[in-house]
């Protein structure tokens, strides 16, 4: 077993201290010591980098590149899963070591990337989002036709349900296909043309099953929650997470506060809409409308809810914006009240608390796996992170460097 060690940058450790000069020491895949002056059969020279832990992003769609509804209209059924590998690959060599897929991926993209066939971050997959009729998982037009982001198939259950039976047998459904974390549309949102993300969806009897079910089969619930009333229904009926958040009031947040519920906020979603818009992107009118009106309040919303000290772990909605783009939130999270060091945390330990995993990872402490991110420059500066990730371990082995996923046991020059 070879002792390496990461020698001679700042170590942030994810535990909340800030950044400080020490070496990490990585054997048989685990961190085995943090401190100054250790030594080890290999080096690895840090000068002039932070050392990060592994990081996360707790909303992505690896099987979506984009929203142009004209393009995904003319994409072959197949295509979505070959774009999956280039996405994840870019998703890794950012450091981005684990993920969470709120819809997409099914259980065969996840298995590929477990079993070591394909390059990515650990992954835990929603596979698809239930939805009441007419909601934000209704992809039904004006037309009469289907055209749902991402749709059916034998791998990714049907999902919009209604009443209390219909969501306990897909929620059943979902957890048999491999579902690691249930999600739940519990308001409108901007991508879906014909509701309003102010509006809430589903009843109490409705998430209450839900939530009974997750309970029973040990996984969390995520809930796309825009508008003030949709989040908080699923902060009452105990739903982990919400993500996006964007008309918190102030009850909401009291809400998630006694309940202790988590905000993913997704901050950069809304911008790369009115993006792809702009680059010509095929969208209704409606939903360029709503991007366009939800930016600033939504950017209100998440800086009231961390000034009042709401849990906040990092999420992009990568998918709706470009793969390898995702570090550009930690930014827009700056932007929104929080120090560097509170939107690190939120994209290494508060984010594996969230996913559960946090006695694994997210933090630089002897025991657990040997993530490991080698940031060049001073991670207080968070401007022009993609281009500046040196190198990207996990479990020890080096995955990425120089902005590519490298093959197992390749060490390029340095």
Excluded at 193 to 211: G, I, M, S, T, Y
Excluded at 381 to 392: K, P, S, W
């Amino acid at each position: 077993m070879t002792r390496r060690v990461f020698s001679g940058g700042q170590v942030f450790d994810g535990t909340g201290g800030p950044a400080a000069v020490a070496d990490v020491v990585v054997e048989d895949g685990r961190v085995l010591e943090v401190g100054p002056g250790l030594d080890g059969d290999e080096v690895v020279d840090c000068a002039g980098t932070t050392v990060l832990p592994g990081l996360f992003d707790c909303h992505v769609h690896v099987m979506l590149s984009g929203v142009d509804m004209l393009r995904l209209l003319q994409t072959p059924f197949s295509y979505g899963f070959y774009e999956a590998v280039h996405n994840l690959r870019r998703t890794l060599a950012l450091g981005i070591t684990s993920v969470r897929d709120a819809g997409g991926a099914d259980l065969g993209v996840a298995q590929a990337v477990r079993d070591g066939l394909i390059a990515g971050p650990r992954m835990q997959i929603a596979i698809s989002m239930l939805s009441q009729t007419g909601g934000h998982g209704d992809g039904w037009h004006v037309c009469g036709a289907e055209v749902p982001l991402m749709g059916p198939h034998p791998g990714r259950p049907a999902t919009v349900v209604d009443g209390a039976d219909e969501m306990r047998r897909t929620v059943r459904e979902l957890l048999r296909a491999g579902a690691d974390v249930l999600k739940v549309a519990t308001s409108g949102g901007v991508l879906s043309a014909r509701d309003d993300p102010r509006h809430p969806h589903f009843r109490p009897a409705e998430l209450d099953v839900l939530v009974e079910e997750a309970v029973a089969a040990g996984v969390h619930v995520m809930a796309h929650a825009q508008g003030a009333e949709g989040i908080k229904a699923a902060v009452r009926a105990g739903i982990r997470s919400i993500e996006h958040g964007i008309y918190l009031d102030d009850e909401a947040i009291d809400l998630m506060l006694t309940h202790g519920t988590w905000l993913v906020p997704t901050l950069a979603a809304p911008r790369a809409v009115l993006t792809a818009v702009a680059a010509g992107a095929s969208l209704p009118e409606a939903v360029i409308e709503k991007a366009r009106a939800v930016q600033s309040v939504h950017d209100e919303s998440v800086r009231r809810a961390v000034e009042a000290g709401v849990k906040v772990a990092m999420g992009t909605d990568s998918g709706v914006g470009p793969h390898g783009d995702n570090l550009s939130e930690l930014g827009l999270m700056a932007g929104c009240g929080m120090t560097a060091d509170q939107a690190w945390h939120a994209a290494t330990l508060s984010a594996a608390e969230l996913l559960g995993v946090d006695g694994e990872l997210g933090s630089l402490q002897p025991g657990k796996r040997g993530d490991l991110v080698v940031l060049d420059g001073d991670a207080g500066d968070l401007t022009g992170l993609a281009g500046r990730v040196r190198e990207v371990w996990r479990d020890g082995v080096l995955v990425a460097a120089g902005g590519s996923t490298v093959e197992p046991g390749t060490i390029p020059p340095r």
